[in-house]
């Protein structure tokens, strides 16, 4: 008994440790990984940096938002990721919903953070 109280005592501080690490990694994510989505998912309207300025812009009413402008820059990661997962009926910008697992989805905010003008 005595065994098993030393054995949580010790193991709980490190379970703990571990998760407190994971929280905050996927709290940051990473504007790299965040890039390569972006690349494949949101350049072709967005433009390869992220400023609307794609081939397909001329063809889109309303035009694609500058993401390194003030505008989406002022929202928060919430809205942003609700803009992702929700899109604008109406416009261009389709549901991803479901296309992306959720460290995906905070990499690719970190990546929208990491190109703010
Ligand atoms: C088919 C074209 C298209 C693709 C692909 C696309 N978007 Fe959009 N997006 C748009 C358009 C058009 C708007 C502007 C909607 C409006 O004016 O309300 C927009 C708006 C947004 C906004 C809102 C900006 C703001 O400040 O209001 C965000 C954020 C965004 N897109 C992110 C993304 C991300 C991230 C991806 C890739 C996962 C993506 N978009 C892919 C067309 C696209």
Same mark, same amino acid.
């Given at each position: 008994?005595?065994?098993?109280?030393a054995f949580s005592l010790v193991l709980i501080p490190v379970v703990a440790a571990m998760s407190?690490?994971?929280?905050? /990694?996927?709290?940051?994510?990473?504007?790299?990984?965040? +890039? %390569? !989505?972006? =690349? &494949?998912?949101?350049?072709?309207?967005?433009?390869?940096?992220?400023?609307?300025?794609?081939?397909m812009a001329a063809h889109l009413t309303p035009p694609p938002s500058n993401l390194t402008a003030? /505008?989406?820059?002022?929202?928060?990661?919430?809205?942003? +990721? %609700? !803009?992702? =997962? &929700?899109?604008?009926?109406?416009?261009?910008?389709?549901?991803?919903?479901?296309?992306?697992?959720?460290?995906?989805?905070?990499?690719?905010?970190?990546?929208?953070?990491?190109?703010?003008?």
């Open positions: 008994m005595l065994v098993r109280r407190s690490v994971t929280i905050a /990694a996927s709290s940051q994510g990473n504007p790299e990984s965040g +890039r %390569k !989505i972006y =690349l &494949e998912s949101c350049q072709s309207c967005h433009g390869p940096t992220g400023k609307g300025d794609s081939d003030k /505008a989406t820059q002022t929202k928060t990661d919430a809205e942003l +990721r %609700k !803009i992702i =997962l &929700e899109g604008r009926p109406g416009t261009a910008m389709a549901s991803f919903d479901g296309a992306f697992e959720e460290d995906q989805l905070t990499d690719l905010i970190a990546f929208i953070r990491s190109i703010q003008s």
